[in-house]
């Protein structure tokens, strides 16, 4: 099987151009093209998630694969060398008109999948770098790096000193004081008082007495 795969971005872009250069491409090796597989769609979006990733578990060694250029394959480097390898290992062989690239089984095309394949490597090896320096510049900056700790362990720490956490809150001591002396989050107490329901008491006496200006604090 022969099959011509179409991709824009946006439906803005029109089709008809990779259709018509994938003809003459066609009528000029005098071969027919089978199926179209056409789609609107990131190239960013994952093959799997794509037409083009059922049209390539259709496909069976010695079928060949035709786009215009190896851009419509993907947005980055490291998904087309993935698509590419998994065309090698199937023997389905992937044309570009454009760029005039060939892959097939024959030695041009494995030392192009290898040049490929570092350029894919280097690319990868930037954007870990990029973003270790990145995040050594955020650091130097003050900025607190990965995820947030959790309010689990903090909650366990108002858990189990919920006694005096009470007794804060009988001698009217605000939810600011509390938060400040466990060094947990609002958040954090909130989830405490939901869970006490002794927390949850004290809260609403306090703010009651906080308005009507009885409060001790």
């Given at each position: 099987?022969?099959?011509?795969?179409?991709?824009?971005?946006?439906?803005?872009?029109?089709l008809t151009n990779q259709k018509e250069e994938i003809l003459r491409?066609?009528?000029?090796?005098?071969?027919?093209?089978?199926?179209?597989?056409?789609?609107?769609?990131?190239?960013?979006?994952?093959?799997?998630?794509?037409?083009?990733?059922?049209?390539?578990?259709?496909?069976?060694?010695?079928?060949?694969?035709?786009?215009?250029?190896?851009?419509?394959?993907?947005?980055?480097?490291?998904?087309?060398?993935?698509?590419?390898?998994?065309?090698?290992?199937?023997?389905?062989?992937?044309?570009?008109?454009?760029?005039?690239?060939?892959?097939?089984?024959?030695?041009?095309?494995?030392?192009?999948?290898?040049?490929?394949?570092?350029?894919?490597?280097?690319?990868?090896?930037?954007?870990?770098?990029?973003?270790?320096?990145?995040?050594?510049?955020?650091?130097?900056?003050?900025?607190?790096?990965?995820?947030?700790?959790?309010?689990?362990?903090?909650?366990?720490?108002?858990?189990?000193?919920?006694?005096?956490?009470?007794?804060?809150?009988?001698?009217?001591?605000?939810?600011?004081?509390?938060?400040?002396?466990?060094?947990?989050?609002?958040?954090?107490?909130?989830?405490?008082?939901?869970?006490?329901?002794?927390?949850?008491?004290?809260?609403?006496?306090?703010?009651?007495?906080?308005?009507?200006?009885?409060?001790?604090?």
């Amino acid at each position: 099987m022969i099959a011509g795969y179409l991709r824009v971005s946006t439906g803005k872009q029109l089709l008809t151009n990779q259709k018509e250069e994938i003809l003459r491409y066609a009528a000029a090796k005098q071969i027919t093209i089978d199926c179209w597989v056409t789609e609107i769609v990131s190239g960013k979006k994952n093959e799997k998630e794509r037409k083009l990733g059922a049209l390539l578990r259709r496909l069976k060694p010695g079928d060949i694969l035709i786009v215009t250029e190896i851009s419509r394959l993907s947005r980055t480097l490291t998904e087309i060398m993935e698509i590419m390898a998994k065309c090698l290992r199937k023997k389905i062989r992937l044309y570009t008109t454009k760029e005039g690239y060939s892959f097939d089984d024959s030695i041009n095309s494995k030392v192009l999948c290898f040049a490929f394949g570092l350029v894919a490597e280097i690319e990868r090896n930037l954007i870990s770098m990029r973003t270790k320096e990145a995040l050594a510049m955020r650091k130097a900056n003050g900025v607190i790096l990965g995820r947030r700790k959790g309010s689990c362990t903090k909650l366990n720490l108002l858990l189990n000193n919920k006694d005096e956490v009470l007794s804060m809150l009988r001698s009217q001591r605000t939810i600011l004081d509390i938060c400040r002396h466990w060094g947990v989050s609002r958040e954090t107490f909130n989830k405490f008082r939901r869970l006490t329901p002794a927390a949850a008491e004290l809260t609403a006496r306090n703010n009651l007495l906080r308005k009507s200006g009885k409060t001790r604090v």
